[in-house]
T-cell receptor, first 115, second 113 residues
Framework: NAGVTQTPKFRVLKTGQSMTLLCAQDMNHEYMYWYRQDPGMGLRLIHYSVGEGTTAKGEVPDGYNVSRLKKQNFLLGLESAAPSQTSVYFC??????????????FGPGTRLTVL | GENVEQHPSTLSVQEGDSAVIKCTYSDSASNYFPWYKQELGKRPQLIIDIRSNVGEKKDQRIAVTLNKTAKHFSLHITETQPEDSAVYFCAASKDFGNEKLTFGTGTRLTIIP
């Protein structure tokens, strides 16, 4: 099993450009999450999904959109990139109600720079 | 919403000594507290977790303690080794529902040989 994969690994954008980050998981997990990681800020939740066709806002959703058309994929879109969106983006997935631990499995990350 | 504070932000210890990282949370309804380890350039990975019906949990050299009344929990690493050098994140969530994790800001642990 590949686990959680992310595409691309690195990307440089100019201000105003758009892009889509792809997250895929082969563990048949119901829940998927997008985080951003900035120095000194920890991991902050952008959007999440509790099942195919459903999405919800997290802690820092502004400037991002998401879609979960297939259970195994979770897409994160930036419609008009801004320098403040320079960050490392992590996708994660989990199986709900898994006892004794609710482990979230993370992808390898995407390093995005917006100039 | 939930707020998780983590201290210290950086920690250096001599190899073989113990390291302690502390977190506090704000939402008394939170009942699941995992710790993730992130090595340089790698993805975060779960190393240990604790639920609110347990006060302490141990797994070899790492242990986590929880004080529900004070709303704080701590990670203890004993007999530290060079491979323990990493950034450690605490988090809090509620069981069931969306199981969103709120993370602390991280502690960079450096083990000095």
């Amino acid at each position: 099993n590949a686990g959680v994969t992310q595409t691309p690994k690195f990307r440089v954008l100019k201000t105003g450009q758009s892009m889509t980050l792809l997250c895929a998981q082969d563990m048949n997990h119901e829940y998927m999450y997008w985080y951003r990681q900035d120095p000194g800020m920890g991991l902050r939740l952008i959007h999440y999904s509790v099942g195919e066709g459903t999405t919800a806002k997290g802690e820092v959703p502004d400037g991002y959109n998401v879609s979960r058309l297939k259970k195994q994929n979770f897409l994160l879109g930036l419609e008009s990139a801004a320098p403040s969106q320079t960050s490392v983006y992590f996708c994660a997935s989990s199986r709900p109600g898994t006892l004794p631990r609710n482990e979230q499995f993370f992808g390898p990350g995407t390093r995005l720079t917006v100039l | 919403g939930e707020n998780v504070e983590q201290h210290p932000s950086t920690l250096s210890v001599q190899e073989g000594d113990s390291a302690v990282i502390k977190c506090t949370y704000s939402d008394s309804a939170s009942n699941y507290f995992p710790w993730y380890k992130q090595e340089l350039g790698k993805r975060p990975q779960l190393i240990i977790d604790i639920r609110s019906n347990v006060g302490e949990k141990k797994d070899q050299r790492i242990a986590v303690t929880l004080n529900k009344t004070a709303k704080h929990f701590s990670l203890h690493i004993t007999e530290t080794q060079p491979e323990d050098s990493a950034v450690y994140f605490c988090a809090a969530s509620k069981d069931f529902g969306n199981e969103k994790l709120t993370f602390g800001t991280g502690t960079r642990l450096t083990i000095i040989p």
